[in-house]
T-cell receptor, first 114, second 113 residues
Framework: DAMVIQNPRYQVTQFGKPVTLSCSQT?????MYWYQQKSSQAPKLLFH???????NEADTPDNFQSRRPNTSFCFLDIRSPGLGDAAMYLC?????????????FGSGTRLTVV | QKEVEQNSGPLSVPEGAIASLNCTYS??????FFWYRQYSGKSPELIMF????GDKEDGRFTAQLNKASQYVSLLIRDSQPSDSATYLC?????????????FGTGTRLKVLA
């Protein structure tokens, strides 16, 4: 089945130790998004790629970076995780910008910072 | 004012009843409206989307849109315990050529057996 896959499902990292979360898709969608969701809060868009064009949200901390080496894969790098970065990280895709028929989400990676 | 507002709940309904979930939005230029279901600890799953004023039905779900009043609702008929989840409203608009896709904080629904 075509889908969006995130690895790992659970990630524990040490305070200040760089961590990378990965997302892959078999939908051949042009757009890939990274969202951060904290408990009982709305998903917050960090950035997205439209093909190779990177679009950063104005309030995304510099600590967060992303790479999209090809259509299928997208990575979220957190350079120096702080306790406040503990959250669920959601990868989503859409065929076009804005997701005319909505987004397809991966299963998420829950990040714990110790 | 929040861009997309939802009552956080929990909204408790008995099994078999109709659950009514509401969402208001502030951007009058919003174009598309989406409902996602999110089980605890899981990722959001798209249930329905609606573009035009009026009702759109899909099985037990009906989305209702009123652009003049800037609200969108989701009705779940014959509610089941498996419908217990958080329902996220998302609104898509376009500002200065850039698409904005804003989520609400969600309404937690509890269907009581």
């Amino acid at each position: 089945d075509a889908m969006v896959i995130q690895n790992p499902r659970y990630q524990v990292t040490q305070f200040g130790k760089p961590v990378t979360l990965s997302c892959s898709q078999t939908l051949n969608h042009n757009v890939m998004y990274w969202y951060q969701q904290k408990s009982s809060q709305a998903p917050k868009l960090l950035f997205h790629y439209y093909d190779k064009d990177f679009n950063n949200e104005a309030d995304t901390p510099d600590n967060f970076q992303s790479r999209r080496p090809n259509t299928s894969f997208c990575f979220l790098d957190i350079r120096s995780p702080g306790l406040g970065d503990a959250a669920m990280y959601l990868c989503a895709t859409s065929r076009e910008q804005g997701g005319v028929v909505g987004y397809t989400f991966g299963s998420g990676t829950r990040l714990t910072v110790v | 004012q929040k861009e997309v507002e939802q009552n956080s709940g929990p909204l408790s309904v008995p099994e078999g009843a109709i659950a009514s979930l509401n969402c208001t939005y502030s951007d009058r230029g919003s174009q598309s409206f989406f409902w996602y279901r999110q089980y605890s600890g899981k990722s959001p799953e798209l249930i329905m989307f609606i573009y035009s004023n009026g009702d759109k039905e899909d099985g037990r779900f009906t989305a209702q849109l009123n652009k003049a009043s800037q609200y969108v609702s989701l009705l779940i008929r014959d509610s089941q315990p498996s419908d217990s989840a958080t329902y996220l409203c998302a609104v898509k608009g376009q500002t200065s050529g850039t698409y904005k896709y804003i989520f609400g904080t969600g309404t937690r629904l509890k269907v009581l057996a």
